[in-house]
């Protein structure tokens, strides 16, 4: 049982059960089966209102005046009257005259004694001494007021609803901090640093309410480092794109003056500076998605349309690495979005399933529509990707095998822009290996019911 409320819940009633049983059993010892004080005085005052009812009834010369000393169930006592131990009103008791006879000895009149079936009550009548009634009846458990067969199956429905209500509303208060607190962790672990629960936990106990407020400076202080992060990536990437324009501007007068033999140098150099330039660029579209822009203008994008469009352009690469793309099922959707960033996301994954699926195969693209939601599905044909890292392939810089990776050209931010701008659309990524072998990486984006 893993869940606080359903402990709490337990425990709560398990323990309001106990508390029950306890006054169960406290009652039992405080109503044993002998006659205390009070319990004497109201027994047999109840058997001398009976046995004088039934006389003044005799004597007014009314009918069934027999009834009235007679049991109502078989539980209740049958009371008789006695005048020195001849039977006066009623019917015979076993023991009766022995009954009158210590009660007329006893100081105050009465005389109870209890058997192991039996309880018999003897009392002298104070209107008139001369008679005594006696009582017998079955000895009276002092677990009556819980056993008692006609209201039992109602007083354990009441005892069970009342500590059951009161559980699950003493386990929902309990329990109402943890929840909140837990909801603000998955808004923080999905990105959502904005949220905030010391407000929302105003009441709780103290460790509680320090707790959240420790929580709120935590995020507060991961925002700031994040946006300090996010600031210094931007600006060197941003002062990083000068230097390398004055060195491309100065290989080329370097290349004009200088001889032949040197050519594949100056071209190795220009390589690479594209390659830095194009990093450069990568990571500036990154952190621009890491602060949450690139949504100002948004247009139709036609998903179909551009689909073809990716799948031609990376034809060209796939021929040159020995393999080709071709596209599967095109459903006819389209969304508002940045068509700019939708391109780029899924450039990125077909051109990361061109660099790694083995010559001679092909990479597969389909776009289907369900319902509101289009899901663009990149099938490759590679080695794929260990388990483990299924879920890591989406941050920055993460290589699976960093030579592979680096000898595919590579720069480790292409799938990080995929999945931030698919978020931003309102979308998901996911990244399996396929059965037979290979990635195959799925982007769902909302479409619309009508997904078009």
Known sequence: MKSLFLRLLVSLWLAMALLVGLLAVIHGWAFSAEPSGLRRRLNTRSVELRAEGALACARDGLPGCEQRLAPLDPRDQRVAVY?????????????????????RRSADGIAIEVGEERELVAVVLRRDPALAAVAAGPVRSPWMFFIVPETLPQRLLAIVAVTGLVAVLLARYLSRPIRILRGATQR??????????AQKLAGADGETLALGRDMDRMAERIDELLETQRRLLRDVSHELRSP?????????????????????????????????????????????????????????????ALLEQLVEDAAFEAEQRG????????DACSLDGNEELLRRAIENVVRNAVRFTEPGTAVRVDLERSGGTAEVRVR?????????????????????DDHRARGAGGTGIGLAITQRAVRIHGGEVEARNADGGGLEVALRLPVGAAGA
């Open 244 to 304: 390398l324009a004055r060195l491309n501007i100065a290989l080329e007068l370097v290349r004009r003056r200088s001889p032949p033999d040197v050519e594949p140098a100056f071209d190795r150099i220009e390589r690479e500076t594209e390659r830095l330039n194009g990093m450069i660029g990568e990571l500036l579209t990154l952190s621009r998605l890491e602060s949450g822009r690139g949504m100002e203008r948004t247009e139709r994008v036609d998903l179909a």
């Open 83 to 103: 005048r020195a131990g001849a039977l006066v009103m009623g019917e015979p008791i076993d023991g009766a005259p022995l009954a009158e006879d210590r009660a």
């Open 323 to 330: 393999c080709s793309v071709e596209l599967g099922a095109r």
């Open 188 to 197: 923080m672990a999905a990105g959502d640093l904005s949220v905030r629960v």
């Open 380 to 400: 490759d044909r590679g080695p794929g990707v260990p388990e483990g890292a299924l879920g890591d392939i989406w941050r920055p810089f993460y290589r699976v």
